[in-house]
């Protein structure tokens, strides 16, 4: 059974960090972009930031530029998101997903992905 499973959520201050963990289990990690969404209460699910199979392509919101990095460890057959300088504006529940492309790149819109985590919480608040 394909399964991606989220974790690393947690409360932060303003100004810190956390690292996200997306571990997949009945698919190959390898064969797919992961993105990493999310989605705060009452407005939309947004893509956060994407690796595209090989590692070699990522791209991530303008607005978490310079702040998150999107690595990938295909012996673990985990994604990882790391986010410093966390703002309170990036409270959110966040999903990874895993999307089989045709392409080598990678998008950050939810409906490109075919199987999604349950997700991890993350607040930010002081």
């Known amino acids: 059974q394909v399964q991606l499973v989220e974790s690393g959520g947690g409360l932060v201050q303003p100004g810190g960090s956390l690292r996200l963990s997306c571990a997949a289990s009945g698919l190959t990690m390898e064969n797919y972009a992961i993105g990493w969404f999310r989605q705060a209460p009452g407005k939309e699910r947004e893509g956060v930031s994407c690796?595209?199979?090989?590692?070699?392509?990522?791209d991530h919101d303008d607005s978490v530029k310079g702040r998150f990095t999107i690595s990938r460890d295909d012996t673990k057959n985990s994604v990882y998101l790391q986010m410093n300088s966390l703002k309170p504006e990036d409270t959110a529940t966040y999903y990874c997903?895993?999307?089989?492309?045709?392409?080598?790149?990678?998008?950050?819109?939810?409906?490109?992905?075919?199987?999604w985590g349950q997700g991890t919480q993350v607040t930010v608040s002081s």
């Open positions: 997903a895993a999307d089989r492309r045709v392409w080598g790149d990678c998008r950050r819109a939810p409906h490109e992905y075919d199987y």
């Open positions: 690796i595209n199979k090989s590692g070699r392509i990522t």
